[in-house]
């Protein structure tokens, strides 16, 4: 069973104002987890698995810097991998997954094989075999499988996460399915979950749960393309979960018993996350400063006492300086920064090319490239656009410091005009299910996610 894994690369909105939302920004997919981009992490995750290809699918301001990432990770693969396995990177205008399918879908179905849908943004300890060998084992009705999780991140508040209202039901083999799928603020508007009895007919002992998040990885058969081709006009307008959320309506829906979508929970012993907004993009950098603090130990303190101080369980980039007296601990800096005398930085993701001057103090705090933070300043809880100043002597505490533009103001005002049409339209999405036109489908609020791989 051969597998095409696909790999979406969205701008980072909910990652602002370090991710390319921001002109000086960085794309989503680039951004750095232990100094490393976090794709990379995706790309040795894939090359554990027997996928026969992998494509990464970029927004077209990106592509140009992502591709040149995958080109220097195709360069470090085996000669093994890169003769059995291939690796490209594309790009599309397209600004959701129901629309990259209407520019690529043909391409990817003409190639017989399974999809893997992935997001460019995760990090796990669960090699993709346990995955493809529970895809396997479902029953041949499955159009595929969905991967859903729990947040383990005690610091992470479960209001940025997002959860749906995710209807689901176990089957005599023992197997999950998946059967709807609502926003929560949906539910919070009409005060009740609308479950239809006609599914509860055909799975009575369906469940329903607000903690599952999402992994938006999605093992698809191949047949899946000529399912969408069939409703190309409403699914190619459509984000992720919806088309996810039509696809598993068709197993209870009609009057005979069509293909289900099967759905796997991982364990809370594993290791899963998105680093899909900041609170999780920093958790993500801890875990792995602890794991390197684990591997390193006690690190001998110089005899030199003006000498800066940089604890095991921090990462400091190449061609970064530091000054004298300068103390950093659980911490990430990136490549060619400068640091000044004295400082002070705890528990900080700080981005290449940055500059802090003398008697800087930070904690807790995420700093975008090419950034400056003059003398004497002190910031706590704070995330700092890149080639953002923050002038000397300044005190902050919870502030998000982004450099204001005619274009970024004009953005912010059509992204909320975009935002109020979504949100008005999607009362109009009533009959757009897969193979249906009698579903109400109330107050689906796909902007209250921004749950569109791509699109993010």
Known sequence: ????????????????????????????????????PMIEYVLEWCDKAPF????????????????????????????????????NCISSDAVSTGSMLRQYGSQFAESGSNVVILPCDFITDVPPQVFIEIYRGNSDDNLGLGICYNNTFDNVDNKVLK????????????????????????????????????????????????????????????????????????????????????????????????????????????????????????EVNRLFLKQRAREVGNVPRSKDNTAATIGADSIVGADTTLGERTNVKRTVIGNNCK???????????????????????????????????????????????????VGQSVVLKGETLTNISLDSLESEDALYTDSHHSLSDDDDDDDDDLGSDEYDDIGFEEEEYEDDIFAR
Request: proline share 2%; glycine share 4%.
């Open 163 to 282: 959860t749906n209202y995710t209807v689901f039901a176990e089957k005599d083999d023992g197997t999950t399915v998946l059967l709807d799928l609502f926003s929560k603020s949906s539910v919070n508007t009409t005060k009740f979950l609308d479950i239809r009895t006609q599914l509860l007919w055909r799975y009575p002992n369906t469940s329903v749960s607000t903690n599952l998040l999402d992994s938006f990885i999605f093992f698809a058969s191949a047949k899946i393309f000529s399912i969408l081709a069939e409703r190309k006009e409403e699914v190619f307008t459509k984000s992720a979960t919806k088309i996810k959320r039509d696809l598993a309506r068709r197993s209870w829906k009609h009057s005979e018993k069509l293909e289900t979508m099967g759905l796997f929970n991982l364990p809370k012993q594993s290791t899963f996350a998105r680093c899909n907004n900041l609170s999780v993009y920093m």
């Open 52 to 87: 026969r290809e992998v494509t990464v699918v970029t927004d077209v301001p990106s592509h140009s810097k992502i591709s040149k990432v995958v080109d220097n990770y195709k360069s470090k693969r085996s000669k093994e991998l890169a003769n059995t396995f291939g690796l």
């Open 1 to 36: 069973m051969e597998f095409h894994a696909i790999i979406f690369c969205g701008k980072g909105n909910s990652l602002s104002p370090i991710s390319a939302v921001k002109d000086t920004g960085v794309p989503k997919a680039l951004l750095p987890i232990a100094n490393k």
């Open 339 to 389: 640091i000044g005398k004295k400082c002070r930085i705890t528990a900080c993701v700080v981005l290449d090319n940055v500059t802090i001057e003398d008697e800087v103090n930070l904690e807790n705090c995420i700093i975008g490239q090419h950034a400056k933070l003059e003398k004497k300043c002190k910031l706590v809880n704070c995330n700092v656009e890149g080639s953002y100043i």
